[in-house]
């Protein structure tokens, strides 16, 4: 299928398919880096490691995961502007049928407190210093 002879339609779905799985990429980058800092953690303290620098590759592990969630959300939001500009072009101007992104816009918005987007950047800004809090605090040279 050419792309220029997308309707509206599909190029809806097409783009809300991609928003949904970059929203299970961001829950699953989420999770695998608190195991994997998790398990780094454990490996270091079982085995005693003396290494100072060992015990700071959790925060850089969660680090590198947090910059790959926030380029997903950016995606995301790209996407969710182009497809406000369908939804403009596809409802008008009607209140009663505004379309998703519209609708969340008016109504939650992308950078308010209670968005998903702000959410997101709490979490992961809370992750990174609460590991770097550990790593100083697990750590030989904390003693």
């Known amino acids: 299928m050419d792309v220029d002879s997308l309707s509206h339609v599909e190029q809806c779905k097409?783009?809300?398919?991609?928003?949904?799985?970059?929203?299970?990429?961001?829950?699953?980058?989420?999770?695998?880096?608190?195991?994997?800092?998790?398990?780094?953690?454990a490996w270091l303290f079982v085995n005693k490691v003396s290494l100072t620098a060992a015990w700071y590759l959790p925060p850089a592990i969660i680090l590198f995961s947090?910059?790959?969630?926030?380029?997903?959300?950016?995606?995301?939001?790209?996407i969710a502007k182009y497809l406000m500009r369908i939804e403009t072009i596809s409802f008008g101007n009607d209140d009663n049928l505004c379309g998703w992104e519209r609708h969340f816009q008016t109504h939650v918005g992308h950078y308010t407190v209670f968005s998903p987007a702000?959410?997101?950047?709490?979490?992961?800004?809370?992750?990174?210093?609460?590991?770097?809090?550990?790593?100083?605090?697990?750590?030989?040279?904390?003693?």
Do not use: K, N, Q
């Not at 398919?17 to 953690?41: L, N």
């Not at 910059?67 to 959300?73: E, K, M, P, Q, Y």
């Open 14 to 41: 097409t783009l809300r398919e991609e928003i949904m799985h970059h929203i299970r990429e961001a829950d699953r980058t989420g999770f695998w880096a608190v195991t994997a800092a998790g398990a780094v953690y």
């Open 66 to 78: 947090g910059l790959r969630a926030l380029a997903s959300t950016r995606r995301m939001m790209d």
């Open 118 to 143: 702000v959410f997101s950047i709490v979490f992961w800004i809370g992750l990174l210093a609460a590991s770097f809090v550990t790593s100083w605090w697990l750590s030989p040279c904390a003693c």
